[in-house]
Antibody
Framework: QVQLQESGPGLVKPSQTLSLTCTVS??????????WSWIRQPAGKELEWIGR???????NYNPSLKSRVTISGDTSKNQFSLKLSSVTAADTAVYYC??????????????WGQGTMVTVSS | QSVLTQPPSASGTPGQRVTISCSGS????????VNWYQQVPGAAPKLLIY???QRPSGVPDRFSGSKSGTSASLAISGLQSEDEADYYC???????????FGGGTKLTVL
């Protein structure tokens, strides 16, 4: 049973870099036809896809965040990470990591982490 | 303003059938399948429908999805109190080269 767990600081100062890690258990981030994504949700608002990394290491980012986002993988630790630079209060949200899997030939986010709240404040 | 448009709220009484719509464009729903997610308060979203009308194992057949042109819909029949949650549609957008979500619909079981 694959499980995902987010970790990282819950409080980040404005203009600094938000850094989160997703630890994957029960499966490898470097095998299979999977993408590993970051998705966020401000309180009371909709979900926003941030970006993803493929098992090969290639990445895709949301165009609206692309200039500030880096997603990387560490196969030795079976983790993938998110870095979001120059944060503002608008980046305050619950951040989820999720697996994007081929479900009967179609991609979908089939497994999610529990989410971690990140607040941007001085 | 979300790329995919959903009504902010929907409601029904136990046993009723409720439908939630999701409207997009040719670059997302019009050319790709739609997934639906259920999110109960305080929890992570859960995959409910994929490929517009397929249910993952474990999802009751009370939940069904459909797609026509640039719109999709989620239907819940035999409404139960535990169905009270937020529902989100999602699709890949070819123009943005990324996933887009609807604004979410809060379902209330009266």
């Amino acid at each position: 049973q694959v499980q995902l767990q987010e970790s990282g600081p819950g409080l980040v100062k404005p203009s600094q870099t938000l850094s989160l890690t997703c630890t994957v258990s029960g499966g490898s981030i470097s095998s299979g036809f999977y993408y590993w994504s970051w998705i966020r949700q401000p309180a009371g608002k909709e979900l926003e896809w941030i970006g993803r990394i493929y098992t090969s290491g290639s990445t895709n980012y949301n165009p609206s965040l692309k200039s500030r986002v880096t997603i990387s993988g560490d196969t030795s630790k079976n983790q993938f990470s998110l870095k979001l630079s120059s944060v503002t209060a608008a980046d305050t949200a619950v951040y989820y990591c999720a697996r994007e899997a081929l479900v009967s030939g179609y991609y979908a986010f089939d497994i999610w982490g529990q989410g971690t709240m990140v607040t941007v404040s001085s | 303003q979300s790329v995919l448009t959903q009504p902010p709220s929907a409601s029904g009484t136990p046993g009723q059938r409720v439908t939630i719509s999701c409207s997009g464009s040719s670059s997302n729903i019009g050319s790709n399948s739609v997934n639906w997610y259920q999110q109960v308060p305080g929890a992570a979203p859960k995959l409910l429908i994929y490929s517009s009308n397929q249910r993952p194992s474990g999802v009751p057949d009370r939940f069904s999805g459909s797609k026509s042109g640039t719109s999709a819909s989620l239907a819940i029949s035999g409404l139960q109190s535990e169905d009270e949650a937020d529902y989100y549609c999602a699709a890949w957008d070819d123009s943005l080269s990324g996933w887009v979500f609807g604004g979410g619909t809060k379902l209330t079981v009266l």
